[in-house]
């Protein structure tokens, strides 16, 4: 009986000191400061966007650990003037372009994928070409008619993308330099067939 109470008082005590630090739990200011690395200052807004990416059921110390190599490292960098460096400023411009052209395309992509409608009898059609291709050895249309329309409708949105794609070209004003192009010698050249109008 001793031991029963002695796990009940136990219990209720922890249950006691969860209520009191949860309830105590304050609500931290974005720009509050969670850390200092010489001059930079790690905000509370700062180290959630680091936890956000970094890797699943990293602790706290971990990620703040983490923010403090890299800003060590990024300022012995700049004290170098390594961001100084055309080479460097060359690859942010190439990340930056990358990055905001995948991005336009993610936007367009989801925005044509709403758009794309596929009617049953598109879905049942293909359906019979995949069974035919497979000698009737598929899955029952019930099971697989919802994956079909789904590929019906990236493959319709993909054609939407690359018609927008040719709209673009088609309305903006390009000039080639074929003498210009046609001079320049680049190192391992393969040689296409079809220039860049798919001619």
């Not at 031991?3 to 969860?18: H, R, T």
């Not at 630090?21 to 304050?26: D, E, I, L």
């Not at 994928?113 to 019930?142: C, D, L, Q």
Request: net charge positive.
């Amino acid at each position: 009986m001793n031991k029963i109470l002695k796990q009940l008082s136990f219990m209720i005590a922890a249950g006691l000191m969860m209520v009191l630090v949860t309830g105590c739990a304050k609500e931290y200011d974005k720009n509050q400061v969670v850390a200092r690395v010489n001059d930079y200052t790690v905000t509370v807004d700062d180290f959630k966007h680091e936890a956000g990416i970094s890797i699943a059921g990293a602790s706290k110390e971990l990620i703040l650990q983490d923010i403090i190599i890299k800003e060590l490292l990024l300022q012995e960098a700049q004290k170098m003037k390594l961001d100084k460096n055309k080479l460097f400023m060359k690859e942010i411009e190439d990340y930056w372009k990358q990055a905001l052209i995948k991005r336009l395309i993610n936007i367009k992509g989801e925005e044509f994928f709403a758009i794309s409608k596929v009617s049953t009898e598109e879905i049942k059609a293909e359906y019979n070409r995949m069974s035919e291709e497979n000698a009737g050895k598929i899955k029952p249309y019930e099971q697989i008619a919802g994956r079909i329309q789904d590929k019906l409708r990236v493959q319709r949105a993909r054609g939407f993308l690359e018609d927008w794609i040719n709209s673009l070209r088609k309305d903006g004003d390009i000039k080639k330099y074929e003498s210009v192009l046609n001079g320049l010698e680049l190192k391992n050249e393969k040689k296409l067939t079809g220039g860049l109008d798919g001619e």
